[in-house]
């Protein structure tokens, strides 16, 4: 619990921090790298280039000092990052090295606004948020018997397909001859990669797009082009252009929050682009194991050759016997000819389950414009879920 001492300087200095809170990220990061450039292997810098992860980072510690006496609101946050933090092997002495360095760049960017006793109140702030994410994350740990930090096991690339225009599926077994480990639909991996061009080792975690169960994983990854301020894929351009069938990669335990519930209640699966892939996970498993659940999926994408897995998905749908599905695509397809045609527009699926648990993937505007939908119609906020691909941004932004 924050100390009385700390709290009055928390609380008047939260839109203080907070209206420069990516300047002093972003002089954060700049900072610690300068000291610990091996960090760098652990930090996609492609979002470091952009200033997402500066701008997550900010929100995320700046939510915590503002919720921080409200679980019910801080924890999925907590969660969440818990859960990556898990799937890069984070350890408890790296949490030291981010507090001291974010710690000073607060000092350094806002200078003699910054007062020794406020300075102390939001050390304060950071080891509670970072003695709460070790706990979890501890518990997370355990549950995977892994321990933070251990060397990632070796997995094989044994094959490979193109699931859509620009998205290839490759399938993942241990080298050492071992099952995969188990996992919820809906969850990740971090695959780590060597970038010649960079020379470093970079992490990126992708979709698990099938159901468990097997004894192959598979990721399922679309190939990030150049945009406005940021560079391509490092990593997406290396698993569709250069890794064949044979090559391995090092590859870290399954994470996630965003999971498919136990029980018999209805599901929404809403989707956009490649945001299908833990969605069809989900399919796949619901269709093997609970035909009779009700689902409800929408999916939207540019055309037929932008759909991965289609046939895939086709067939699980008509494995389920109470499932309604709706498809949108941005042009007329002839290869869809239910298809409707431009973006989502959920009052084409109207009236939707009272009782569903609904799952959100895709762009975040996608995603920020079906949520603002559903809790209009009144799906209460904690029964509906989401995935982000890349830095959350989509709670600050919503």
Known sequence: MLSLTAR??????????????????????ERMFSHHPELKNLFNMGNQATGDQAQALAGSVYAFAAH?????????????????????????????????????SLGEVLGA???????AAWDEVYWLMATELVARE?????????????D????????????????????LRPVDGSLPAGFTPGQYISVALPIP???LIQVRQYSLSDAPGG????????????????????????????????????????AGDFQLADGDRPVVLLSAGVGITPMLAMLSHLAATQPARPVVFGYATTDHLHFPHRDEVHAALGQLQQARHHLWLETPDENEAAALTGRMDLDWIEPLPADADVYLCGPLPFMQQQRRWLLARGIPRERIHYEVFGPDLFGELE
């Open 8 to 29: 009055p300087l928390i609380e008047a200095t939260v839109p203080v921090l907070l209206a420069h809170g990516e300047a002093i990220t972003r002089h954060f990061y």
């Open 68 to 104: 921080m006496d409200k679980p019910e609101v801080i924890g999925p946050v907590l969660d969440r990052i818990a859960h990556k933090h898990v799937s890069l092997g984070i350890t408890p002495a790296q949490y030291t090295i981010v507090g001291r360095h974010l710690l000073a």
């Open 113 to 119: 606004a910054i007062t020794p006793d406020i300075a």
């Open 138 to 150: 501890a518990r997370l740990y355990q549950a995977r018997d892994w321990q933070a930090g251990q």
């Open 152 to 171: 990632w096991p070796e997995m094989q690339v044994v094959a490979r397909e193109d699931a859509a225009d620009g998205i290839a599926a490759l399938r």
């Open 197 to 199: 061009a960079s020379g």
């Open 215 to 254: 004894d192959t994983w598979r990721i399922t990854v679309k190939r990030v082009p150049h945009g406005e301020g940021a560079p391509p894929g490092a990593v997406s351009g290396q698993l569709n252009d250069v890794l064949r069938v044979g090559d391995t990669l090092r590859v870290g335990p399954p």
